[in-house]
């Protein structure tokens, strides 16, 4: 008896080979609907499904292979004599191979089609085919992917496939079926965290090696939702390892907190802000930022790509050494001859300039990557030992603008409060940013107290007023603004700003402790802002 192959494919890429390869070697060949009037389009000898199972296809298609002269031929146990007589009494044909790609909800989840319109890239009969023959690989070969073409076909013509071989296709198939179920299910779900969490994650590169040369790595993305990462082109460089991955995001994230104007991103919180400030300021457009072991090591703004990376830039010339630059402007030519005077790992940005490329590209192993769209993605992922924590991503800038001092602000001191705010947001906690013309002079990252990152900040920022003060480049005044990623639990932090000339504090506040801090405070002559909106990030 023949062996007999069922092929029902949506992506017909590469399907007149493996039928032309098949039909060679004396298999007989069954398809539904499309493909097989595709396949006789391609004069490929092929049998209608319909003339297997004495019944057309019906309900506009939804019901083709859904029967058992089809599930019966791939679920029969060869080697069962019980199952053959059944198979024999029935009528019913063993099927030996079966090659089914499904219909591409994972690309149309998002295609802007009405709920109706979607439900109907939701394959039925292909899972379900997909599933009997996997479940059976001792006997049925299932091919579920377009790349696993070219080996099956060595090895049918070397004799056949190895039962190790078999079991590997049939766990792509469920691995598929499960992650095209995951997706089906996150669209159909309106609760944000469900009983049961149904992720689809897609292999996208395997990486040379993890956060040390001795832990390997794999970058999956989600298959119905990639992101802006997934849709970032790298336009010149050495291959992304597991820790540029990770600053890479961050910085983006980073670069985008500030808005992002080619995609009409609008600043973190800005809505909020113009409701609750007093005489709201726009801060300036184009942010840089430097991050450098997932922490920004440097972030500021200006009205020009090239004033603000010169002032994320003097924040910190040591540590930006071999770190990551993120832009939310197209990088041009002044910035770039900047950039390739130091080593960088990488470069993000909506756009380069063309002369810009042309010199970023000087630089062989840098990194060039063009980010089309800002972040998206509703939901964090942490992995913990046999489990993951998932928690909404952190995109509430503030509750409130509540002032808690005699003093108020400095309508000067607003724009830094603001913009030290957001950028102490992505900052590792214990975090705390001291801020000047809208850029970190000092950031104290990853501290046990508050009060270490509170000094390192200070003592940071006036390192740099001192150095861009020689260099002609700042007028050499105090920075005047603090921001603290949540409260403070005791006054010292209010001492030691006091002490470095601070005038204007903001905070999350909600410490038992508050009281004793408004009280140095106003004791020192310092105004504070209370947000009510805690950002640790650990």
């Known amino acids: 008896m023949k062996k007999r192959a069922l092929i029902s494919v949506f992506n017909k890429e590469d399907i007149t080979g493996l039928a032309s390869f098949l039909t060679a070697s004396g298999w007989e060949i069954l398809a539904t ?32 292979t859904l029967h058992p002269a089809i599930h ?59 599933r009997s023959a996997a479940k059976n690989y001792h006997d049925v070969i299932v091919l579920s992917d377009t790349t696993d073409y ?8 070397a004799g056949d496939l190895s039962q190790d071989h078999r079991k590997a296709l049939a766990g792509k198939a469920f691995a ?43 970058l999956y993305c989600h298959a119905a939702d990639p992101g802006a ?42 809505a909020d802000l113009v409701k609750l400030v007093p005489e709201f300021p726009k801060l300036p457009p184009v942010c840089c930022v430097a991050v450098k072991h997932n922490t920004p090591c440097g972030i500021a703004l200006g009205t020009s790509l090239i004033e603000a990376y010169t002032k994320a830039y003097n924040c910190d010339p040591v ?37 810009a490329l042309e010199i970023l590209k000087q630089k062989k192993n840098l990194r060039i990557m063009k980010a089309s769209f800002s972040p998206r993605q509703t939901k964090e992922y942490i992995s913990a030992d046999g489990g993951l924590l998932v928690q909404d991503t952190d995109q509430k800038l503030l509750e409130r603008w509540e002032l808690v001092t005699k003093l108020a602000p400095n309508p000067e001191d607003i724009a830094d409060m603001i913009f030290g705010m957001r950028a ?20 104290g990252a990853g501290e046990t107290n508050r009060i270490w990152a509170a000094e390192l900040a200070l003592n940071r920022a006036q390192r740099v007023i001192v ?26 932090v209010i001492e030691a700003a006091a002490s470095a000339g601070i005038k204007s504090i903001i905070q999350p506040g909600g410490s038992q402790n508050d009281q004793p801090s408004i009280e140095a405070c106003d004791k020192l002559g310092l105004a504070m802002v209370f947000t009510r909106t805690r950002h640790f990030k650990h």
């Not at 010149?236 to 670069?255: H, M, P, Q, T």
């Open 33 to 64: 609907g499309g493909t097989f009037r595709y396949l006789q389009e391609q004069q490929i000898p092929v049998i209608d499904v319909e003339t297997v199972t004495g019944f057309p296809e019906c309900l506009d298609g939804r019901v083709k």
């Open 72 to 130: 019966a031929g791939l679920l029969a146990k060869r080697q069962d004599p019980a199952h053959l007589e059944t198979l024999e009494k029935a009528g019913f044909v063993p099927i030996d191979l079966v090659c089914v790609n499904l219909y591409p909800f994972f690309e149309k989840v998002h295609a802007g089609l009405t709920h109706e319109e979607t439900l109907e890239f939701i394959d039925i009969g292909g899972t379900a085919m997909l």
């Open 150 to 157: 070219p080996e099956v076909m060595a090895a049918l013509k």
């Open 176 to 218: 598929l079926i499960s992650a095209y179920d995951g997706a089906i299910a996150r669209y159909l779900l309106e609760e944000p965290f469900p009983a049961y969490l149904p992720l689809s994650l897609k292999r996208v590169q395997v990486l040379r090696y993890g956060e040390n040369y001795h832990q390997a790595a794999t």
């Open 229 to 270: 990462f997934a849709a970032m082109q790298q336009l010149s460089g050495k291959e992304l390892s597991y820790n540029n991955i990770r600053d890479l995001d961050l910085a983006w994230k980073v670069a985008c907190a500030f808005g992002l104007p080619v995609d009409g991103t609008p600043p973190l919180g800005e």
């Open 319 to 355: 540590s930006i050494f071999g770190g990551i630059v993120g832009c939310n402007a197209p990088v041009d030519v002044p910035t770039a001859k900047k950039l390739v005077e130091l080593f960088l790992e990488i470069i993000v940005a909506p756009d380069f300039d063309a002369e």
């Open 424 to 443: 102490v947001q992505y900052v590792k906690s214990n975090a705390v940013l001291v801020a000047k013309n809208r850029a970190a002079l000092g950031i």
């Open 467 to 492: 150095a861009t003060a020689v260099a002609g480049t700042d007028d050499g005044a105090a920075p005047r603004v603090l921001a603290s990623d949540a409260f403070f639990p005791f006054p010292d």
